[in-house]
């Protein structure tokens, strides 16, 4: 779907998790924007493909390995992109993983492997990324966090201890860089039809089908629902908002 809109003309934005589902569609999304964008993935054929994707349709596109759990593969992946796009002037952090089950199942092991990708991620991502946009004096840095980090989520326990622990990061790293001109947004999907949320419900027949009845619009969200929210962040429309969360839920979640 082209959003006709070009206020990303010039900017340089990587996106992880952009090999797929929402981060795939926020990679398209600026990219029909204008922006020159990073897929950086731990799926390197994924990765490669939305970058092909986006070089088909006009835009410029790298796409670049990146295990978000390692800060060293943060740095190298920021300084790649530095080296071959330009100066990065949007961060997306996307990247996330969950196995839905009660808490009292969860192994110590499967609570490492989640904070590690879906907190510890974005930090390493943040810290590869802003002492350029501060030496730059602007940036933006959108975070995908979720509405189970906002009011909960059967099953998620620790995944939504991370997502609710990005929200208290990101209003943190907004107060700490607004004086370099940093805007740092989080962005909370609802549940959104990609393969997390279907292999997360695939032993639970039914309950998409229900979660849909009980979102006032109907449906489920689709990637690109969120790719627009995303896109507002990280353009100059959004230079006066920062430490904001703003939930994409088809009205699910209203929060004050
Ligand atoms: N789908 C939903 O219902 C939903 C709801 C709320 C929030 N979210 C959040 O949206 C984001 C995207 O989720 P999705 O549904 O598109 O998931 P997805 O599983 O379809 O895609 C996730 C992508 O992240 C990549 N990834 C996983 N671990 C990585 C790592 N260590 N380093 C780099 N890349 C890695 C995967 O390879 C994949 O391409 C996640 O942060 C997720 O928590 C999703």
């Not at 001109?181 to 997390?196: D, H, M, Q, S």
């Amino acid at each position: 779907m082209a959003s006709g809109i070009t206020r990303l003309s010039g900017k340089v934005a990587l996106v992880t998790g952009a090999a797929q589902g929402i981060g795939r569609a926020i990679a398209m999304r600026l990219a029909e924007e204008g922006a020159k964008v990073a897929i950086a993935d731990i799926n390197e054929t994924g990765a490669a493909q939305t970058a092909a994707e986006i070089r088909a349709a006009g835009g410029a596109a790298l796409a670049v390995r990146l295990d978000v759990t390692s800060l060293d593969e943060a740095i190298a992946a920021v300084q790649r992109v530095e080296r071959e796009l330009g100066p990065l002037d949007i961060l997306v952090n996307n990247a996330g993983w969950d196995k839905v089950e009660p808490f009292v199942e969860n192994t110590p092991e499967m609570w490492d492997r989640v904070i590690a990708i879906n907190f510890r991620g974005p930090l390493n991502c943040c810290k590869a990324a802003i002492p350029g946009m501060q030496a730059r004096g602007r940036g933006k840095i959108v975070t995908i966090s979720s509405d189970a980090g906002r009011v909960g989520s059967m099953g998620e326990a620790v995944y939504a201890g991370c997502k609710a622990g990005l929200i208290g990061f990101s209003k943190t790293l907004a107060r700490e860089l607004a004086r370099s001109n940093i805007n740092v947004n989080v962005v909370c999907p609802g549940p959104t039809e990609t393969a997390l949320l279907r292999s997360a419900m695939a032993e639970r027949p039914g309950v998409l089908d229900a979660m849909a009845k009980s979102i006032p619009m109907r449906r489920l969200g689709q990637p690109h629902d969120i790719a627009g929210a995303v896109a507002f962040f990280a353009s100059a429309d959004a230079d006066y908002a920062t430490g904001q969360v703003l939930s994409i839920s088809g009205g699910l979640t209203m929060v004050g």
